[in-house]
């Protein structure tokens, strides 16, 4: 009984063992799981704002990551702390990570009253994530939390991911009273958290140590008592991220300072230069060293050889059927690779003429075989071959001429005679053959795949039609059939070319003519298929029109002019059905019929905007005969991509089916399509004419969705990279690696890297020097200047025409890949273009507000030293006024020759630090690429919409603080106040007879010494001149502001109301100033121009909801 008892107690011992080795178990599984986890270390700060009333801080950093938060020590009455803390935050969805953010908050602890106030925000997307071996210490600029908020200084962090199961997350919400209860603190959880090992290994303590399953690693106890006296950076456990180089001497990290205006970017996303071994020889530094092979005309890209097969035509084949019918094909086979010519049906001597291209890298098979094949319904049959020793195949090199084919005899497949034979042609030779663009290529094609796809696959160039702009203008029309006699017609005309359709007002005449004068423009493109359509419409009810009658003309009969002479107008009778007015011989019965008065011309004066103003590749106008001659050449060679996101999946594997697309002025270039490759070499080269070089080359990489038997599919877009001609230097060949730099909705993302080999070179030295003092685009952009809102409708419908010309070539240059080229989405809202373009705008004035700060110093005596020698130069350049000019000319000389020696080495690529991709909100992303109109549910439109209100206020009060200043100059003479000018007045008196009787360098010695007075002799109150101009009136008491709080309407359309106010109070001002000959007539309309599309722009966002 004792004995079965013991066996029992041992049975129950050894279940309970097992059960917490299975729990063991359980928890090890799950810490593998979650060991996932985000490092940050806290480094420092930098300039920070001080805010305790001495000019001092008590800061400490607050980080936010995942629903955890966690907080650095407080560095009492510092500026520019500096933490050295380590933090680790779990991640609890390692496939969410891209969409989470870290967040770290600079705080300032009041001691009196134990609050905190922000000094500035850092905000990092799970996109700029990297591992531990990839990061860096980063010091980024402190955001504001609002926008009228002050901040200033930056933070230094080192953000990384690891996975090392031997780092434990860090406490959460640490108490932040000193930095010293931080330590104790932070002791007692490194002492808790080793007596969980100890508790493990005593329950098991009983079993034999044979059977033991170590699960955690026990840290040393003698190590962990050593570590409880080092300040909470060093107690952090040892960090094993598995490089074997970790284990060095630890190295100082590598700081890269970020601010805005700074072009510092990842090393990742930064442009490389290569030293690639090209057609002409290996490129060092922009120059080519010649090397001992002898160079082609293909020397911008790396030779590639090919094996070329032409097959012509054969004669006197065999019949193969019954019938006596023969349905013939070639196939050519190398190795595992085939290509197909199409069949022809019952033919016995075909002819094919097609070319087949064989890359000579992937060839495994020493011989060729051509083989002539009978198309059948179940089995294809032989007919014969013919086969060649690759060893014996000749080479050509261009120039020389092209290899003459020649007459092969079949062969059966024992190799004897039979009937009939094949004309060939077989060579090796490079991408340079002229027979290189049409041919069927190996290496874009899988092996044992047929050639139907050589359509879709094949390189091709393509030229954009030449357009023109259609000014239509609608004068009148008179008498009018209106199917209601009673009434008298409430006409508008409809203009439509092709798929561009405008309309004329509305207009509600008293007799049967009606009047409108107004003029419509459209694109038009050679050749003309279009007509030009009108139609007189009468409007008889809500959403009921009737047609009174339709005019068309043919485009090829209207009169073209390059100029902006007078056009005479014509008259037009209205016909009721659109084939009578399509019938030029049509015999019109009527004596008296409706007509339309109209003025139609093709204007070919203008540069047909098809691109981005931005980055236009082609600025000259569209008639020929003011074109200018060519000034250069552009070479652009297509080398490689690597490193591509896959787009697809294949076979079970992620893979992309990828070409590349060129634009430049009129010529678009693609490539053949690589298949199955993600890192596809192209290595084709081609050249453009340059005839301006404030132009831009654009280059994009398309993933191929057509190869799969559907056109319905639209093609990826992978990134494109823009060069401007002007920043290359002539005869200088520039290989970079350029990363393809996307912005998606989780954030910004590279795609790969496109290698590209550019060269610039000038025929006419002179010719491009002048250019330079020529205007940009023709002069009837001067002469008749179209509108903003003209210029982006126009735009439009251009990249639509050019889209549909260009969809119909074969293979097909499809809409999806014109639209990205010519950027047809880029005058949409965008919060992150927005934030840039003003930074950008800071950085210009950054200079500008140097100086001022310099002077401030210099008026406030900071540096006496500094301000004697300003006064004494200043003294020198009063008693000598002319050496004005001279010295602020050769100190720009100067400025110019230092920063010769910092030149870029490089053409400019994209830059996620100034184009704010690195660091835009997630809200912003979505806005951005959000349809129009928005597809977004009315609670997040409504919330868009307000954050516009706010954003409109404050725009609202600044237009309105400069319309007041502008408006109380005006009231310095206007009487408005008659005793502000009165003393202004007396005050003019004075200061002439003043100046009359005073030389004129006494009185800028005065003015000058006055401004530069020393703070002794300053007051804090404002000085009389200053209050008197405040106290002048300005015309806010006649503005809507009255209305709008006399009545507590704060609504949308009256905050518009008050803002459109402000802006015609700020342009009857402009004209005022304009208009006491100050400047010309001529730039008062273009002011006007400008300022009235602002506004038009700001309605457009307020009524739209748009930010």
């Known amino acids: 009984m004792e004995q079965v008892i013991a066996q029992l107690a041992v049975l129950i011992k050894a279940a309970l063992l097992s059960e917490y080795i299975v ?487 008293r007799t049967m003519n009606t009047v409108w004068n107004e003029e419509l423009m459209f694109v038009a493109a050679e050749p003309f298929d279009d007509h030009l359509i009108l139609v007189v419409e009468d409007c008889i009810g809500p959403n009921k029109d009737e047609s009174i009658g339709k005019v068309v003309i043919p485009l090829n009969s209207v009169e073209k002019r390059a100029d902006d002479h007078f056009i005479r107008s014509r008259w037009f009778g209205l016909e009721r059905s659109l084939s009578a007015a399509m019938d030029e011989h049509q015999v019109k019965k009527d004596k008296f019929s409706s007509r339309l008065h109209l003025q139609v011309v093709l204007d070919g004066g203008y540069h047909v905007l098809d691109e981005s103003t931005h980055y236009s590749s082609d600025l000259r106008p569209t008639a020929k005969q003011l074109w200018k001659p060519s000034i250069g050449v552009l070479e652009l060679g297509v080398l490689n991509a690597e490193g591509l996101h896959p787009m697809k999946t294949r076979e079970g594997k992620g893979t992309s089916d990828t070409y590349c697309v060129a634009k430049y002025g009129q010529k678009w270039i693609r490539t053949r399509t690589i298949i199955n490759s993600l890192s596809p070499k192209y290595n084709e080269q081609y050249t453009w004419e340059v005839f301006d070089p404030a132009t831009v080359l654009v280059v994009g990489v398309f993933d191929n969705n057509q190869l799969g038997g559907s056109n319905d599919n639209k093609d990826t877009k992978i990134g494109k990279v823009r060069i401007r001609l002007s920043t290359l230097e002539t005869g200088r060949v520039y290989t970079h690696s350029y990363p393809l730099l996307v912005l998606h909705p989780s954030g910004v993302k590279k795609m790969g890297e496109l290698h590209l080999a550019i060269r610039f070179s000038n025929t006419s030295f002179a010719n491009m020097m002048f250019l330079y003092s020529r205007p940009l685009l023709p002069k009837m952009h001067y002469i008749r200047p179209l509108t903003v809102m003209q210029q982006d409708m126009l735009r439009h419908q251009a990249v639509n025409v050019v889209a549909a010309r260009l969809g119909r070539s074969e293979p097909p240059l499809r809409k999806e890949v014109i639209e990205y080229i010519s950027d047809a989405d880029s005058h949409l809202w965008s919060m992150r273009r927005s934030k840039a373009n003003f930074f950008r705008l800071m950085s210009v004035f950054s200079g500008l507000f140097s100086v001022g700060k310099w002077f401030g110093e210099v008026c406030m005596w900071k540096n006496p030293i500094t301000t004697v020698l300003v006064q004494v130069l200043f003294v020198m350049l009063v008693c000598f006024p002319e050496l004005i000019l001279p010295t602020s000319f050769l100190y720009m000389f100067l400025i110019g020759v230092w920063n010769y020696r910092f030149r870029p080495q490089y053409p400019p690529h994209m830059n996620t630090r100034i184009s704010h991709a690195d660091a835009v909100n997630p809200d912003e992303l979505d806005e951005e690429f959000d349809t129009f109109p928005s597809r977004q549910s009315p609670d997040i439109v409504r919330y868009r919409y307000d954050r516009l209100r706010s954003v409109a206020g404050r725009i609202q009060t600044v237009v309105g603080d400069v319309a007041s200043q502008g408006e109380r100059l005006q009231a310095l003479l206007s009487w408005r106040d008659p005793r502000a000018t009165t003393i202004f007045l007396i005050f003019c008196l004075v200061v002439a007879i003043v100046l009359y009787v005073t030389p004129f360098q006494m009185i800028a010695l005065l003015g000058g010494f006055y401004f530069m007075r020393h703070p002794r002799f300053r007051h804090k109150i404002p000085s009389a001149p200053i209050n008197f101009f405040r106290r002048l009136p300005a015309r806010t008491d006649r503005n809507h502001d009255a209305l709008v709080s006399a009545h507590g309407y704060v609504s949308a359309f009256f905050r518009t109301g008050v803002c459109f106010g402000n802006g015609l109070r700020a342009r009857l001002l402009l004209q005022k100033i304009v208009q006491s000959h100050f400047w010309s007539r001529k730039y008062l309309l273009l002011a006007e121009s400008s300022f009235g599309q602002s506004c038009a722009n700001l309605k457009v966002f307020v009524l739209t909801g748009s930010e």
């Open 23 to 509: 729990i063991l178990c359980f928890i090890h599984f799950r810490d593998l799981m979650s060991n996932l986890k985000l490092g940050v270390e806290v480094v420092g700060g930098h300039d920070l704002m001080p805010k305790d009333g001495q000019g001092s801080a008590n800061t400490f950093v607050e980080l936010h990551f995942d629903h955890q938060k966690s907080r650095t020590a407080i560095k009492d009455k510092d500026l520019s702390p500096m933490w050295n803390e380590s933090f680790y935050f779990n991640i609890s969805d390692p496939n969410n990570l891209s969409k989470l953010s870290l967040e770290a908050n600079v705080y300032h602890q009041n001691r009196e009253n134990n609050s905190k106030s922000l000094l500035g925000k850092v905000r990092l997307t799970g996109t700029s994530f990297v591992p531990y071996s990839d990061a860096i210490v980063l010091h980024y600029p402190l955001e504001k939390q609002g926008i009228l908020s002050r901040v200033k200084g930056e933070l230094g962090l080192k953000v990384f991911v690891t996975d090392d199961p031997s780092i434990r997350s860090s406490n959460l919400l640490p108490a932040v009273e000193s930095s010293l209860f931080s330590n104790s603190r932070a002791a007692q959880t490194q002492a808790s958290e080793q007596q969980i090992p100890k508790v493990a290994q005593k329950l098991l303590s009983d079993n034999k140590s044979e059977s033991r399953h170590t699960f955690h690693h026990l840290p040393n106890p003698s190590q962990s008592q050593k570590q409880q006296h080092v300040p909470p950076a060093e107690i952090q456990p040892p960090m094993d991220y598995g490089i074997h180089e970790m284990k060095s001497e630890p190295q100082a990290p590598i700081v890269a300072r970020m601010f805005p205006g700074s072009s510092a970017q990842p090393v990742d996303y930064a442009l490389k230069e290569t030293s690639p071994f090209l057609g002409g020889g290996q490129i060092v530094g922009g120059r080519v060293i010649r090397g001992d092979r002898p160079s082609s005309s293909y020397d911008l890209v790396e030779q590639m050889k090919y094996l070329y097969v032409r097959v012509v035509k054969a004669r006197d084949l065999p019949t193969m059927d019954v019938t006596g019918s023969l349905d013939p094909y070639v196939e050519v086979k190398v190795g595992n690779f085939k290509g197909i010519t199409k069949h022809l049906e019952k033919n016995k001597n075909p002819e094919w003429n097609e070319v087949f291209a064989f890359a000579g890298d992937r060839l495994q098979s020493s011989v060729l075989e051509v083989m002539v094949k009978d198309k059948d319904l179940i089995k294809d049959d032989f007919v014969g071959i013919v086969r060649f020793d690759r060893n014996e195949v000749p080479t050509r090199v261009p120039p020389d001429s092209p290899l003459a084919p020649e007459w092969y005899r079949l062969e059966d497949k024992k190799g004897e005679r039979t009937k009939g034979e094949l004309m060939l042609a077989v060579w090796y030779g490079t991408q340079a053959d002229e027979a290189f663009p049409d041919a069927w290529h190996s290496d874009a094609i899988a092996p044992d795949s047929s050639s139907f796809m050589s359509g879709l696959i094949r390189s091709k160039v393509y030229h954009s039609p030449r357009l023109w702009y259609v000014r239509v203008k609608v004068i009148e029309a008179q008498d009018l059939v209106v199917s209601d006699k009673g009434h008298f017609p409430n006409a508008y005309v409809k203009v439509q070319i092709g798929n561009q359709v405008l309309k004329t007002k509305t207009v509600q005449s």
